[in-house]
C-alpha cells in the first residue's frame, strides 16, 4: 500500500505498527534470527532520525529482552557494527537504496552473508516515494525488482510520501498514485491500497 499524508502526521507509524506486530507473531513461530523487513530512504539523515525514534520506543527493554532488533546499515557503520550485523542479523535494517544495491551486487563475504539473512524477507518500504523518479526512479525500480526475485516474490511493498500527488479530484489522485507505485514496485498496487490523509486541528471553542 501506499500512504501520501502531510510531514509530521505518522507516516512512519503506518508502516512501523503492522510490520513490528507481523515480526512479533512470525518470530514466535520461526526464532531464527534474521533480516525480516527493510526500510529504504532517500537520505542517511532521515534514516539516522527514524533510528533515534525506534530506540525511544525501545528504551525501556534490556538489550536481551527486546522484542525486535533493528540496525542502520547505510556505509556509517564502522567494521565492528557491520560484522555484528553479519553475525547476528537484525529484525530490521534501515539503508538507502544505493547500500541495498551494493549489498544485492557485490560479492565480499560480509555483504553476502546480509542477503542471505534476507532470504524470505516480509517487507520493504521505501518512504518519501516521490523522490524515486526520472532515471533514480528508473534504478529504484530495478532494484526492487531484484529484491523480490532473489528475496521473496510475494515480497510487501509499502510507500509513504507527503508530495507523492497534489492536483486533480481524489479519484485522479488516487489513479496517479496507483500508477506510479505500481510501477516502481513492479507489482499492481489498486487505487483502493493508496490512502490520503491529512491533519484536521480541533474546532475552535471558547471557555464561558
Known amino acids: 500500500y501506499v500512504l501520501t499524508t502531510g510531514t509530521g502526521s505518522g507516516k512512519s507509524l503506518s508502516y512501523f505498527i503492522p510490520m513490528v506486530d507481523a515480526i512479533i507473531r512470525e518470530k ?16 542517511n539523515a532521515l534514516a539516522n532520525s527514524q533510528r533515534e525514534e525506534l530506540e525511544k520506543f525501545l528504551s525501556d527493554y534490556s538489550d536481551d529482552m527486546r522484542p ?4 542502520r546499515y547505510t556505509g556509517q557503520e564502522d567494521q565492528e557494527e557491520r560484522e555484528r550485523i553479519m553475525q547476528n542479523p537484525p529484525d530490521i535494517i534501515l539503508t538507502n537504496y544505493m547500500m541495498l544495491e ?7 563475504e560480509r555483504d553476502k552473508a546480509v542477503i542471505r539473512h534476507s532470504k524470505g524477507l516480509q517487507f520493504l518500504v521505501l518512504d518519501e516515494l516521490h523522490t524515486y523518479r526520472g532515471r533514480q526512479g528508473a534504478d529504484v525500480a530495478m532494484l526492487v525488482r531484484l529484491v ?43 487505487s483502493s491500497s493508496t490512502l490520503f490523509s491529512s491533519l ?7 471557555l464561558p
Open 148 to 190: 523480490r526475485e532473489r528475496l521473496n516474490l510475494n515480497l510487501i511493498c509499502i510507500g509513504t510520501s507527503a508530495t507523492i500527488a497534489t492536483d486533480g479530484t481524489r479519484e485522479e489522485r488516487h489513479a496517479k498514485v496507483s500508477q506510479f507505485s505500481s510501477t516502481l514496485f513492479g507489482h499492481q498496487v489498486p
Open 68 to 71: 525486535i532488533t533493528y540496525a
Open 28 to 43: 514466535k513461530e520461526n526464532p531464527t534470527a534474521r533480516i525480516r523487513a527493510i526500510v529504504i530512504y532517500p537520505m
Open 102 to 108: 551494493l549489498l544485492m551486487t557485490r560479492q565480499n
Open 200 to 206: 484536521q486541528l480541533p474546532s475552535p471553542f471558547s
